[in-house]
């Protein structure tokens, strides 16, 4: 077997198979042999060049003119022609937004619509990210045993991305109803019935953005982002097109939907598996920001990321043609020792875990990075100080959508004694 180059495809490289059981189970470790041997490769199996190491995957985030992120959304499984009729019969023109963007076009509206992202711009929520986080709490903190992901962790990242998006709550239910086939829809493999369905989906969760944005409009002095940027449309209506907000809306939500709450989920996860780091947290809360890096970078949400070559490119010494699809295994890069010390250790005080590559790198790095920090971190505090003494239920099976790139149980079950709760006991 050859590769697009003409070059002879390895047996590991034949038999790689991203929507196979051991990528599924822990992608980092499916790409051990790349990392070791042959950490630029193409797989016949996906039709896509495979990245593995820190410093190669770097050199394609770096450069995003030579490696374009068009194909970034684009759907592995292409859907069915009924699909697209679905689609069609909804008028959907999601056009390229922010994260798939080509420059000049991309930085000049990451620019204008950056400000709400920053730091300093987003202290003004920490209060009442705080307050909702107790108030899911306060559902099962009596109970002694919750599903964390299903009461808590998927709830959470949508709420804060519609309040951060200014979207009305009356609305917000609407939207949430049609943000989550979108994993499987554009990193799965799904079925053709599931494809119809997505597609139905799709086409309602257009049709409803379209329906908001425009009530929306009737407000020129409401607060949230979605309203900065129907008055960034305003003043600069060449730069964020009217196409543009729709798309964002729906881009944005889901954005920051399942990667927050798969890397909220597996951050307990691993913390929880490592009692003696759980413990530190519990005795030292300020350890909470390093610790949320090194759980991003031992078990980050968005595992995979992908590029495509603009012209003929040298990766880590092999030739990508024009047109060659790049997969960057963010989770393999997070994990080579050529830049993590003893990278399989979980260790909260490592100096560079904030080098990881979960959020991307480089012109299209996540904007929304410190949202998600945030809101980890809240939800990490509360835990400490309320349900220190939770522990993961013994002999649960952790399962994960089949899928390339996002990466989460779909279910977290914790115990814990409730006379032991710190609130009760303090009485
Ligand atoms: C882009 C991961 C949360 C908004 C990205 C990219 C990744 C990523 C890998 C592509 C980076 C690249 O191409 O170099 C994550 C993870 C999150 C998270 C792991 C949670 C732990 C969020 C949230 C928001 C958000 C909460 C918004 C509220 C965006 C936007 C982009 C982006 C707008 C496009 C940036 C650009 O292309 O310039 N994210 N994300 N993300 N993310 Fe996130």
Redo the contacts with the bound molecule.
Sequence with gaps: MTSPTGCPVSRDAAAFDPFGASYQLDPAEALRWSREQEPVFFSPKLGYWVVSRYEEVKTV?RDNLTFS?AI?LEKLTPAPPEAAKILESYGFAMRRT??N?DEPD?MER?RLLMDA?LPENLEKHEAWVRELVRSYMDHFIDKGRADLVEEMFREI?MTV?LR?LGVPSEDAKELRKFSVAHTLNTWGRPSPEQQLKIAEDVGQFWKTAQAILDRMREEPTGEGWMYDSIRMHNQHPDVVPESYLRSMMM??LV??HE??AF?TSNAFRILLSNRASWNDICDNPTLIPSAIEEC?RAA???VA?RRIATEDADVGGVTIPKGGKLLLV?ASANRDPRHFENPDEFDIYRHNSAEHF????????????N??RME?RIILDEFVRRLPHIHLVENQAFEYLPNTSFRGPTSLWVEWDPEQNPERRNR
Excluded: D, N
């Design positions: 985030f992120p970034a922010m994260v963007e991309h990451r992202f990242p991305a951060f881009a944005i954005a920051a990667t927050t890397a991003l980050g949400s968005v990321w963010q979960t959020f991307g790198y480089g012109a299209h790095q996540c904007m929304g990075k949202i998600a980890m």
